[in-house]
């Protein structure tokens, strides 16, 4: 069927809300490159909302899909388990950097990730609150809803939200949130909201998604880990979106040297196989009843042979060496761009996990999103896939898969530029 054929269908059968905007409908992809069902061709550099870090379809993943096809797709591991669940807890036990032994449970997503990290939270200290960040994004179900750090468009027709969670400011100095005032208004929090004693959890990302790929400084996540220790409160790092290599550690928190209690992880660990993780420590993870954890789907045969070959990919392919020089390539790209156009401004990240913001000028930093909104529909147009993000919708995020080719990056990076060029030309 053709796009039109297939938005013709989408406007007539599929929710307004769950509809993308987006009138082209995938294909076939490979790597860094998706076709539409008219056959044009696109690169990426969205990779499904990072979630596709060793690239659409990587042959090893393929691979073992298709094996697992041929002997169980499902038995709900509650019921009868299956080696590749206790295969994939035994390896995110020996890489994820929590605090001693490392146990694991596996969920379908990561909002389902957040939300047992807080029933588990609450089971470990007997304690019901939870202190998030602004900016912070967690997930699109209820709990995960009251835990983001943004309303719209995750909140705004849903209704009162559960209750429980508190707020805190993230630091980004670049709009007026330094790092002390950030310590300051989580200080606050737990004297005037959330009092220590009733605070299970403080759940952070270590670098901010949604919110604007903006990295909490090591010093920021040290001191949350010290408050964590002076309090009995846990410390839960997400990482969704910024783990499986995307900063050029397998996880972001490691650039820090911090160990959390609990981490969420979901998105690349699988390559597009929908399955998340909650990690922590053996005393954390084991503190909740028999069968009080789980799910019909979750960590399902198929999916977890997925997760296997993610990671030997990494093993074998240098996934992390390579998301490190991609990094640099898109540093020094995006350095360039900050000289030569006056709207380019804060080029951020870590790793492959990267950003920039586009504003009025260098000086007054005022968020320009009508300026994202034009360099995303040119990009569209030219063939390239991607993605805005950040509070003020005024930040481009770079998603594209570690794996992608020298020649593809540059030409999509070439689509960026030829767009930004004709902002300037618009004056």
């Not at 310590?183 to 759940?203: F, N, Y």
Request: charged content about 25%; overall charge negative; hydrophobic content about 40%.
């Amino acid at each position: 069927m053709s796009n039109q054929e297939l938005q013709q269908l989408k406007e007539k059968y599929v929710a307004a809300g769950a509809a993308s905007p987006n009138q082209q409908f995938a294909d076939h992809a490979l790597n860094a490159e998706v076709w539409d069902a008219d056959g044009k061709r696109m690169i990426d550099f969205a990779g499904g909302i990072g979630v596709l870090n060793i690239g659409h379809r990587h042959p090893k993943v393929v691979a073992a899909v298709k094996a697992q096809l041929d002997k169980v797709m499902h038995t709900c591991q509650t019921v009868m388990p299956y080696e590749g669940y206790v295969r994939v807890a035994q390896r995110l036990s020996e890489i994820t950097p929590v605090r001693g032994h490392a146990k694991v449970m596996l969920a379908n997503s990561g909002a389902e990730a957040l939300e047992n990290a807080v029933k588990i939270a609450r089971a470990a200290t007997g304690r019901t609150n939870v202190i998030c960040f602004d900016g912070g994004y967690h997930g699109r179900t209820f709990m995960t809803m009251a835990m983001n750090g943004k309303v719209n468009p995750y909140q705004g027709d849903f209704g009162p939200m559960p209750g429980n969670v508190y707020r805190a400011p993230y630091p980004v100095p670049y709009h007026g949130v330094t790092e002390e005032e950030a310590i300051r208004g989580l200080e606050m929090t737990l004297r005037t909201d959330s009092g220590p004693a009733d605070t299970a959890a403080i759940v952070l990302e270590p670098i901010i998604g949604e919110g604007g790929f903006y990295p909490a400084p090591a010093s920021f996540l040290k001191k949350i880990r010290e408050i964590c220790d002076k309090h009995d409160i846990l410390m839960v790092v997400d990482e969704v979106q910024s783990g499986f290599g995307r900063t050029g550690k397998m996880f972001a928190i490691e650039h820090s040297g911090v160990e959390p209690d609990m981490m969420t992880m979901a998105k690349s660990m699988a390559d597009g196989m929908p399955i998340s993780a909650v990690v922590g420590t053996d005393k954390v993870m084991d503190s909740s009843g028999p069968n009080s954890l789980g799910g019909t789907y979750t960590g399902s045969p198929v999916a977890c042979a997925a997760v296997l070959a993610v990671l030997d990919v990494f093993e074998e392919e240098d996934i992390l060496g390579k998301s490190q020089r991609l990094g640099e390539k898109l540093s020094e790209r995006f350095a360039r761009w900050q000289e030569t156009f006056p709207f380019v401004d804060n080029p951020r990240g870590l790793g492959a996990m990267v950003a920039f913001e586009l504003v009025d000028s260098k000086s007054s930093h005022k968020p320009r999103p009508d300026l994202v909104a034009e360099l995303l529909k040119y990009t569209k147009e030219n063939g390239l896939i991607l993605l805005s993000c950040g509070m003020h919708g005024n930040a481009v995020r770079f998603l594209m898969p570690i794996t992608i080719e020298d020649d593809v990056l540059e030409e999509g990076l070439a689509i960026v530029e030829e767009g930004l060029k004709t902002l300037a030309k618009k004056g």
